[in-house]
C-alpha cells in the first residue's frame, strides 16, 4: 500500500491552469524528489500536500485516506522551507519547541527532545540565539531541528538548499543524505538542481509544464530517459541534441545528420526498423570521448568554439554543423580554439528521440 | 549651516521660550507681558493644587487611555479579521478610512447630532425598539466622546495595523500552520509578538494626540455637563479666554508638554532600542563570519 497517493490532481489559479492532473504513488519511507524548471508545478504540488494550497480537482490520500478537506495542522507533517519560515521573535529552542508546546507535552519531554534534535542537527550551543544572529547555515538547521522535533510521518522539503552560497549547499547536502540513512521518514523533497535530486533520492520525479513527464531511480532516469525534456535535464553537462535522419544501408541503420553519420548499436536498430522519419538524437558530453583514430561512423568531428577550464577537465564548447556540442576533456591535451578534434560516441550513449513527440525511441 | 541652525532654534524655541516665561507671570491679555508681575513658580503650585485642574488631567487621562485601548483592540481585531484576499476588500478597507479623512469639526457636530436626546439617531432608533432613550451628552458624555473618537481614529490603527500584518513573513505564519497551531494560536504565538513594534509606535502616536485633542470635545460637550469633558486643551483654551489668566494657561501648558514630552521620548527610545538590537545582531553576525 503505497504510503501517499495523489490522484489526478489539478490546480488552476483563476483560468491559469498549474497542475494537469497528476497521478503519483509515493511508498513507505521513500525519499521522494519532485525536480523540474520553476513553475513547473513542482512546489505547487508540495504546498498541496502540505494544505497550504487547496486542491482544485482531484485527490490525495495519507495510508488511503482522503486529506485534501484536512487543515495542515491536521495532516500531521513537518515542512521545511526555502527561506527557513523560523519565528524571528523565538530563540533557538523555542523554534524547535514550538510544536511540541502547542501539544501540550510534558516540559521535561519537550527539553529531552529539543536537546536530542539540537545534537542531531548540531546547534547544542545556538540554543538560546534568536534566528537574527545566526548564519544561513545554521538557520537552515533550526528549520531542520524544528521538523525533525515533531515526529511525524511525512516530512516536505521545500528547496530547502537554494538560499545557501555553493559550498554551504554541497555540505549540506552531504549532511542530508547521511541524515536520510538514519531518520526513516516518508519525505518529499522539492528542487530545481538537478544535482540534489540524483543524489538524495530515491525515487525522482521530473515535471515540467504541469505535468509529470517521469519517475524512477536517479539510475533509470539518467539511463533510460522517457523524453527529451527528462534527458535533457538530468545530468551535468547536459545532454547534447543534434537533428538527424534515420537512413539505412546495407543492413546497418545510421543516424545521418550535417557533417556526420553514427551507426546505430544493433540493439536499438530492431525497434527503428520501420522508423525512417526525422529524430532528434541525444549524446551526453560524458559519452564522447576524445578519440583520433576513431572511424567516422563512430564519431563526431567536432570544432572547439569555447573551452572553459574547470580543473582536471576542460568543457569545450564545439559546433558540429547547425548543433552545439558540449564535450569534456582532460586538461592537458593540447589544443587550439578553432581546431576540429575527433570524439567517439559510446554505442551505449545514443538517445534517439522522436523529432514531433520528443518521446524516446 | 549655522545660520540655517539659528534661523531654526529661533523658529522653534522663540514661541516655547515665550511659553514659558509667561507661565512665571501673573499675565493678563490686557498687559504687554513685560509690564505683568514676575510670581516665580506661584501658577505651577497653585494649579498643582487646583481641584478643576486635576479633574481635567483625570478626564484627559480617562479619555487618552480608553480611547486608544479601544481603537488597539478594534483596530487591530479588524485588521486581523480582513487580512486576506476577498474580493471586493478593496472597496472595503477604503470606507474603513473614511472617518478620518473627515474634520474633526464635522465629526464632532455629526455626532452632536446623532446624540440629541430627542431628534438624534440613536435616541429614536432606541424609541422604535421601545426602549428608553439614553442621556449621551448629559451622565455619559465621557463615554459618548470616546465613542466619536474612537470611530474616527479607529482607522488609524487599522491601517497601520493591516500594513504591519502584512509585511510579516508569510511563510513564518504557513510554518505555525504545519506546526499545528489554530488560527487563535497563530494571532497569538506569532503574528502579534511580530506586530509588536508597529502597534507599540502606533500606540504612542495615538496617545500624544488624544492628550491634545479639542474640536471634537468642544463641539460636542464643550466640557461639560459640569467639568465631566473639559479635556486639557479645552480647560487651557478656557483659563486664557474666559478666565483671562494667561500665565496660568501657560503653566497649564508646560505641564501638558512634560507629559508629551515623555510620551515621545519613550517612543523615540523604544524604536532606538529596537534599531539598535538590531545593529547589534548584524555586527554579532559579521564578526562570527
Redesign the interface.
Known sequence: MPKIRLEKLTKSYGTFKVLHGINLEIEENEFTVLVGPSGCGKSTTLRMIAGLETVTSGEIYFDNNPISHLEPKDRNLAMVFQDYALYPHMDVARNISFALRLQKLPKAEIENKVKQVAETVGLTNFLSRKPGALSGGQRQRVAMARALAKDSEVFLFDEPLSNLDAKLRGQMRAELAVMRQSVKKNMIYVTHDQIEAMTLADRIVVMNDGHIQQQGTPEMLFKKPANKFVAGFLGSPPMNFMDARIVEENDVLFAEGKEFKIAIPKKKAKSLKKYKGRVIIGIRPSDLIYDPKATSDRALDLRIVVSEYVGAQSVLMCACGDSDITVELKSETPIALGETLRFAVRSEGIHLFDSKTELAL | MAPAIIIIILALLYPLGYMVYGSFRAWDPSQNISESEFVGLKNYITLFYDPAFRESLVVTLTFAVCVVFSELVIGVGLALMLDRNIRGMSVLRTLFILPMMIAPVVVGLMWRYMYHPTVGTFNKTLKSFGLDGIDWLGQNALLSVIIADVWQWTPFIFILSLAALQSL?R??I?????????SW?QII??KL??MMPVLIVTALLRLIDAFKVLEVILVMTEGGPGLSTEILALRISRTATEFRELGVAAAMSNYLLIILLILTVSMYAITRIQENR?AR?AR??QE??
Open positions: 513573513p511563510s513564518a504557513e510554518a505555525a500552520k504545519i506546526d499545528g497551531a489554530t494560536q504565538h506569532i509578538p511580530l538590531a545582531l554579532q553576525i562570527e563570519y
